[in-house]
């Protein structure tokens, strides 16, 4: 075990991928000699070869349908997304391509590629470096989608994508690269002691289609993904409510199962993410939950979400779900 | 999993820059081309002949500093000491910006180091009124209209004066009077955009051309190509550039092309191609003027490589050194725009250092007189900022009722 950040754990599961599996190859723009705007895939060339770990020309749409040649033809492509705001001139590649493939050849045909690609929002980066579209990605089928929030499950779920023969769409909350991030611009810890940090070095894999139960409780079941875990844990702690936070960690396919249990054991359900509440997917959440657990629940399903509208600069603080809302939500589902 | 067979496959090429910290950049001297080596072909040439100036260099300033050559724009000097003023003007703002991102009054900030002539002296080039699709290296052409510097100042804060309300990052200026498109980060949509705006320009029967930039590196998107094969197509009113400043971030240009050239794609796509000294001020007013001529004209598109060289970062988030020597654009055989523009106008007797430095003492009093005042109405590190019902207003013409609901319930 090593104590490390999200940037050092993602780092660390490439470069185990590029020892353990000699067709793994990862591109994007700025990932090879720079070795990435955020760091994430630096050394990397230099430890692996430059047809290995390799700069893209400045093309989503074209990084990506390099991506499914070259995962159709017996490679193992991770193509970095600098920012997912950047995705959609790939997104006819990834939706209409990539994502159905193995499906419109009769299972003749495949590409597992992974698209690694920062989201989310709390370093004031505007409308075009805050999204979090994980939503315009779990209504294609095809894809997995995967999201993590700390350095253990970012090292154990990337290996799980790459190595994955579907393709799998990799959100790494930016804002979380360098540490927890806990609703409060003013204090930004970083890692250092977390009980996450801790990473376990060389090979690491975490299953996917799992939910973790971050913290057991028995009055409210919280979801929660990417950076809005740690807003959750500490939305909960504001409430004073025994609720139990599970961080959903794949969305495509979501663990059901962990979550209809929770939501049947404490029979109210708060669902927290950045993305805008409409066609969100605490939207899908929350309709599977009441088709399961109906006569279970004591109250309405709410969402604490991001806004319906384009995300801000200086007033993201506004835009984001913050701890107090959390606990205002929390405290609601207790009056039914 | 099954691992495929590498061993079988040839590697491809992956490029690399030619020279990395610990190098000495080397651009081979001084360039051999020099003014007069083209002459400025008639506007309604074909693209054909063109072919020289696509692959060859468009200057009017030697080395010496003396214009000559056919392209020579011939401007006085009351024009051209403007044109100094204005580029002076963006650097020191830029300057000035920098230290208040540093200060943690600004989120993030990108200069337009050593590219400043083209933004001032190709909007100089151009009416009014065209329409200005810039990539995020072009704010400049602002000053080139008069925009008031608090303004531009207060948009960069985001503060409660941002006319944009602080809804973008800084630099991503939108200036309506100014026929000033909002610049938006993902790079290169602008350029296939102008195309459209151009289209309509020439479909209601105005006068007005429309002009855009984008990066080397973003010629390697499909908006690049886009816009240049509807151009080719519908011969709009439009200036087409790309900016080739040798970086993209991290990414050297021969990660944008195969090749060496950018000007010669325009030939294949039949539209009259220049490439340009990017930082000889009166070579690129020429050019544009050129371009302007032919749009006026009704003779369709003009595409131009402006050659330069980015002496910054790509942005405030930015460390060139840790990819590129820290000294490379001492190397640069085009050297730096302003001191160009400087020591011709010193050569025609025009100027003198003593005024220079007047007149830099005086913009940087402007700048520091605006950018205090555009403090008075909040900086980012103390507010005030404009009030969170912003985020709620001007999604759409008039709010419905889910986004009237949220802005109920944040309760601000």
Known sequence: ?????????????????????????????????FGGVFRVTAGLQEKHGPHRVFDAPLAEGGIAAIAFGMGLNGLRPVAEIQFADYIFPAYDQIVNEVAKLRHRSGGEFSTPVTFRTPAGGGIKGGHHHSQSPEAQFTHTPGLKVVYCSNPTNAKGLLTSAIECNDPVIFFEPKRCYRGPFYGDPHNVPTWKGHPEADVPDGYFSMPLEQANIVREGSACTVIAWGAMVHVAQKGIEESGIDAELIDLQTLLPWDRDTVVESAKKTGRVVIVHEAPKTSGFGAEMSASIQERCFWHLESPILRVTGWDTPFPHTTEWDYLPSPARIAAAIKKTQEA | MTDGNQASIEPYTVPCAPFRPGDTADFGGPWTEQPGDLNRPDITCEAA???????????????????????NPNLDAAQLIRGLELMMTLRIYDDRMIKMQRTGKLSFYMRSLGEEAIAIAQTMALDDTDWIFPSYRQPGAQFVRGRDMVSMICHCIGNTEDNIRGRQMPVHYSWKEGYFISISSPVGTQFSQAVGVAMASAYKGDDQATITWLGDGTSAQGDFHYGLNFASVFKPPVILNVVNNQWA???????????????????????????????????????????????????????????????????SSDDPSIYRPGDEADYWPGGDPINRLKMHLI???????????????????????????????GDLANGPYPPASTIFTEVYETVPWHVQEQREELGK
């Open chain 1, 1 to 33: 075990m090593t104590e490390m950040n999200m940037i050092q754990s993602l780092n660390s599961a490439l470069d185990s991928l590029l020892t353990k599996h000699d067709n793994v190859v990862i591109f994007g723009e700025d990932v090879g000699y």
């Open chain 2, 49 to 71: 002949q063109t072919q020289p100036h696509a692959h060859g260099l468009i200057r009017v300033l030697n080395d010496e500093h003396v214009a000559s050559g056919e392209w």
């Open chain 2, 347 to 377: 050569g025609i007797g025009a100027w003198s250092e003593e005024k220079d430095a007047e007149l830099a003492q005086k913009i940087d009093d402007t700048v520091m007189a605006s950018y205090k005042e555009a403090c008075t109405f």
């Open chain 2, 249 to 315: 971030i991290s990414t050297h240009r021969n990660l944008a092309t195969g090749g060496d050239n950018f000007a010669a794609r325009g030939l294949a796509y039949g539209i009259p191609s220049l490439r340009v000294d990017g930082n000889d001020f009166l070579a690129l007013y020429s050019v544009t003027k050129w371009a302007r001529e032919r749009a006026r004209a009704g003779l369709g598109a003009t595409y131009i490589e402006v050659y330069t060289y980015r002496a910054g970062g790509h942005s």
